[in-house]
């Protein structure tokens, strides 16, 4: 059911207060029910990132589906693939739940005013790079969407159990093909290892900017959207991944690297926030290769959408006779 959308002028500080006390309390909440213009805003904002990033996300894995090195590979990344394009579905139509058109989101997407996730504007040099996207970037994305599966947006949150279950195998089969390759020829172990060195970094600006940076963590923490911050998200990640290289004799290319036994966290070095920037404003390495490609494919598949809304016109023309 979609709720029409309300208003600045609604949120008067009683309703406010009883939607904080039932976040507050854990409640779950639907989308029929009341909420404040802001939370539906930032909703619409986060969510529509996310499928943004599900769909261009296809584009630098679908690259290599031709030249994978045996059949098993290539039908791991064509179903690896298609899970993106399902997982973008799930949270377009969850964002259709809070009032908003997924086709006013899509376009724009494709006119370059929406944002989707920085690491999917670098490009795939080599077969090397599927697994290490997998093993980082499908790792990362399972650390922020576990969280987000305990949501306080009950569409956003159930959308996120059946992600998760397919990005685990998304990072499986990731880490299989760098530990293949780790353990593989000279020439493989370079390949892979150069792989981790221009992974490394992106990877961990996926989380967004630092907690001092970010501009909505504050507010999504408070309101439940989110459960952790971009820092504690990002800490986990590293703490995560380091034993996991390894454990394939892979080195992070991070010479900061240290464990902290108090923590019980691995310290690393600072993040490269222009680089960070320059990407999200659109100056990236693949920014303008992306976007044209999503243009392209919305323009090729223009007759199905056409085809379709004729077949729904006339299907509601004869019920509407019967």
């Not at 630092?210 to 800490?235: G, M």
Request: contains cysteine; neutral net charge; charged residues 25%.
């Amino acid at each position: 059911m979609t709720q029409t959308r309300s208003t600045p002028q609604s949120d008067d500080p009683a309703r406010v207060a009883a939607f904080e006390a039932r976040i507050a309390a854990g409640e779950s909440i639907e989308p029929k029910d009341w909420m404040p213009d802001k939370y539906r805003r930032q909703l619409i904002r986060m969510m529509s990132q996310h499928a943004h990033s599900e769909i261009v996300g296809m584009l630098p894995e679908g690259n290599w589906i031709t030249r994978a090195p045996s059949l098993r590979r290539k039908i791991a990344l064509i179903a690896k693939v298609q899970d993106e394009a399902g997982h973008g579905l799930y949270i377009y139509c969850g964002t259709e739940t809070l009032g908003v058109d997924r086709g006013e989101l899509i376009q724009q997407l494709l006119d370059g005013t929406a944002k989707y996730s920085s690491i999917f504007n670098y490009p795939t040099l080599s077969w090397a790079d599927i697994g290490v996207i997998g093993w980082f970037v499908d790792g990362a994305a399972i650390v922020n969407q576990t969280i987000l599966a305990k949501a306080s947006y009950g569409p956003y949150a159930r959308a996120m159990v059946r992600v998760c279950k397919e990005e685990n195998f998304h990072k499986r089969q990731g880490y299989e093909i760098v530990a293949t390759l780790a353990n593989g020829t000279p020439a493989q172990k370079a390949m892979v290892q150069d792989a981790v060195n221009r992974w490394w970094w992106p990877s961990l600006m996926m989380f967004g900017p630092s907690d001092t940076d970010s501009p909505n963590t504050a507010e999504l923490i408070r309101w439940k959207v989110k459960r952790k911050t971009n820092d504690e998200l990002r800490q986990r990640f590293v703490n995560l991944t380091v034993p996991q290289a390894a454990a394939v004799q892979l080195t992070l290319p991070d010479p900061s690297l240290a464990y902290d036994a108090t923590s019980e966290n691995w310290h690393f070095g600072p993040i490269d926030w222009d680089e960070f920037t320059q990407v999200i404003r659109g100056n990236g390495p693949c920014n303008r290769e992306r976007l044209e490609a999503r243009r392209k494919a919305h323009d090729d598949g223009a007759w199905v959408r056409e085809a379709a809304a004729v077949h729904a016109a006339k299907q509601r023309a004869a019920s509407a006779a019967a």
